[in-house]
C-alpha cells in the first residue's frame, strides 16, 4: 500500500510566467500560478528566544460576536482581507537535471512538503523559462510595510514582488528568514500607511474553534475558506520544535505564508503546509501558532534572524522499557545521549544518562519540550534543570549558550561512525538499554521499513550489538565482504523483527 504523499501549502509550482513586477488588474483576477530529516545529532537549541518582544500590529480589536455570526465572517473579512498579499518571487536559476522539480536539495528540513505534484502521466511538469516563479502568501502587520510570509516561499528568491488586492505592486526587501520555522520577514516602501493585522497575544485557541484562512491558492489570490481547529501541538517531522495548529479551512499550494484568522481578526496561525495524498486540499492543513510566529518575527525584525539559547547535548526519548532500566513507572522526560564537548551543558556538568524532567520548574513530557524550552531561553540566562540521576531526583544549574551556526554544530557533533550511520538513514544513542535509534532521516530505507526512533538494535549480520562501535565495524566488514545489505534484529513496542537494510552509496 502507497503511502500518502505530502505537498505544501505554498509556492510551490514552477512556470514560465512573465516578470511579477508588472500591473495586474487585481490579485482577485490574476491566474498565475514541507518531515523534515532530522540530523545525526539532535543538538538541542532550537527555536526562538525574545519572548519580550512580539510583534503586535497596532489596531484596534474587532468587535465581533464569539459564535459563526448569522451573516457568516464577511464583516471580519471586508477588514482584514486588504492586508493579505500575494508574495511573487524570481528565483535564482540553476543549473539542474530535476526535470522541472522544484530546486530543493536533498535532507531539506521539509524536503517532503516540496514535491512538485505530477502529471497525469505521472512526470514532473517541465521548466520551460530561464526565470522560475514561485507564488505563496503573505500579510502585513504594521503601517509601514513589515509583510510576514514562509521562507519556502522566498527561499532562493532575486526578487520578491507583493501585490495587493487592489492590484497594487510593491518590490519587497528581504529583512530576514528563518528556516527552521519556516518564517521570514519582508519590508516593502509605501507613501502611506498600510492597512495591517495583528499576532493574537494570548494563546488560548482552543480545538473546535472556528477559523478562517485568507491566500493566494494556484496563484487565484483573494481566496478566504473557514472551518475549526482539528487539532493543537501536532508534530509532523518537519523540525526539532513542531507545535503546529492543524485546522480543516481549506488551503492548498500558494496558501503558504498567509494568515488564520479568529473571528476578531487577530492572526491565530501561519499556514505553512498541507497533508494530502494527491497535492490538493483534504482537509488537513497545518499553521504555525502566533505564540511561535511573533517571536521570530521580532527576532528577525530586529536582527535579521534568530537568536537561540543552545545547551549542546543530544537527547532522545526515554520509552517504557528504559524508563523501567531507571526505576521509573513513567516514561516522561528527555535522556541525554551525548553532550559535546565544550558546550554549556559539559561546563554545568550535565552527564550522558542524564533524565531531564523539569526546565526550572516546567515538566519536560518528550525531547521536543526541551528543544522549545532551551531555544525560547537567552544566552546568557542561568536555567534551572531538575535531572533524575543515578536513582535520584537532582538540581543543576545551566547558563545558556547562544547556538553556533551549522558548521561550527557539524563541527562539534560529527564523528566518522555518525557519518557512517547517517548514510543508512540513523541516528543513534548508547543507552542503559542498549543501542536505541534516536531519529530516521524521514526519505530513508530506514522510515520506508518502518524503524521509528525509540527501537533498540539487538543485532547486526547475527552478532549481538553492545554498543554504537559495533555496528560501525560490522558495516565495515560487510562492504569489505562486498555485500548490498546488512541484517539487522530490532526490537520496538510492537515485538522484535529483522530488517535489511541496503549498504550502496552509503
Do not use: C
Not at 531507571?326 to 559535546?340: F, K, P, T
Amino acid at each position: 500500500m502507497s503511502k500518502p504523499d505530502t505537498t505544501p501549502a505554498s509556492q510551490d509550482r514552477n512556470t514560465d510566467a512573465p516578470h511579477p513586477v508588472q500591473k495586474t488588474k487585481s490579485i482577485f483576477e490574476n491566474k498565475g500560478t514541507f518531515a523534515a530529516a532530522i540530523g545525526v545529532a539532535a543538538i538541542i537549541g532550537f527555536g526562538a528566544a525574545s519572548l519580550d518582544r512580539p510583534v503586535v500590529a497596532q489596531t484596534s480589536p474587532l468587535a465581533l460576536e464569539s459564535a459563526v455570526p448569522v451573516s457568516g465572517f464577511a464583516n471580519m473579512v471586508a477588514r482584514v482581507a486588504p492586508a493579505v498579499v500575494s508574495v511573487q518571487v524570481v528565483q535564482r536559476v540553476a543549473a539542474s537535471n530535476s526535470g522541472g522539480r522544484l530546486n530543493i536539495r536533498p535532507g531539506h528540513p521539509r524536503e517532503r512538503f516540496f514535491r512538485e505534484n505530477p502529471n497525469r502521466n505521472g512526470e514532473a511538469q517541465p521548466q520551460r523559462g530561464p526565470r522560475p516563479q514561485a507564488q505563496g502568501s503573505g500579510f502585513v502587520i504594521s503601517e509601514d510595510g513589515y509583510i510576514v510570509t514562509n521562507h519556502h516561499v522566498i527561499e532562493n528568491g532575486v526578487e520578491v514582488t507583493v501585490v495587493f488586492s487592489d492590484g497594487r505592486e510593491a518590490i519587497a526587501e528581504i529583512v530576514g528568514t528563518d528556516e527552521k520555522t519556516d518564517l521570514a520577514l519582508l519590508k516593502i516602501e509605501s507613501d502611506e500607511p498600510l492597512p495591517h493585522v495583528a499576532f493574537k497575544q494570548e494563546d488560548d485557541l482552543r480545538v473546535g474553534d472556528w477559523v478562517v484562512a485568507v491566500g493566494n491558492p494556484f496563484g487565484l489570490g483573494g481566496t478566504v475558506t473557514s472551518g475549526i481547529v482539528s487539532a493543537r501541538g501536532r508534530d509532523i517531522g518537519a523540525g526539532p520544535y513542531d507545535d503546529f495548529i492543524q485546522i480543516d479551512a481549506s488551503i492548498n499550494q500558494g496558501n503558504s505564508g498567509g494568515p488564520t484568522f479568529d473571528l476578531s481578526g487577530n492572526v491565530v496561525g501561519v499556514n505553512t503546509a498541507i497533508y494530502s495524498p494527491t497535492g490538493g486540499n483534504v482537509g488537513i492543513g497545518f499553521a504555525i501558532p502566533a505564540s511561535v510566529a511573533s517571536r521570530v518575527i521580532a527576532d528577525l525584525k530586529e536582527n535579521g534572524r534568530v537568536q537561540r539559547g543552545w545547551l549542546g547535548v543530544s537527547i532522545q526519548p526515554l520509552g517504557p522499557e528504559i524508563a523501567e532500566t531507571l526505576g521509573l513507572a513513567e516514561d516522561e522526560g528527555a535522556l541525554i545521549a551525548q553532550v559535546v564537548a565544550g558546550s554549556p551543558a559539559e561546563a554545568a556538568g550535565l552527564r550522558r544518562g542524564d533524565l531531564i524532567r523539569a526546565i526550572n520548574g516546567t515538566p519536560m513530557e518528550e525531547p521536543r519540550d526541551v528543544s522549545r524550552a532551551v531555544a525560547n531561553l537567552s544566552a546568557g540566562s542561568t536555567a534551572r534543570f531538575d535531572l533524575w540521576r543515578d536513582g535520584s531526583l537532582e538540581t543543576i544549574e545551566v547558563k545558556i549558550g547562544a547556538f553556533p551556526d551549522e558548521q561550527q554544530v557539524a563541527a562539534l557533533t560529527t564523528s566518522p561512525e555518525e557519518s557512517v550511520l547517517g548514510g543508512l538513514g540513523l541516528a543513534l544513542a548508547e543507552s542503559p538499554a542498549g543501542v536505541v535509534i534516536q531519529s530516521v532521516a524521514p526519505a530513508s530505507e530506514a522510515a520506508e521499513k518502518g524503524l521509528r526512533p525509540g527501537d533498540v538494535i539487538l543485532e547486526i549480520a547475527g552478532h549481538g550489538v553492545g554498543q554504537i562501535s559495533d555496528l560501525v565495524a560490522d558495516i565495515a566488514k560487510a562492504r569489505d565482504a562486498d555485500r548490498k545489505s546488512v541484517l539487522i534484529l530490532v526490537r520496538s513496542e510492537r515485538g522484535q523483527r529483522f530488517v535489511a537494510l541496503r549498504l550502496a552509496d552509503t
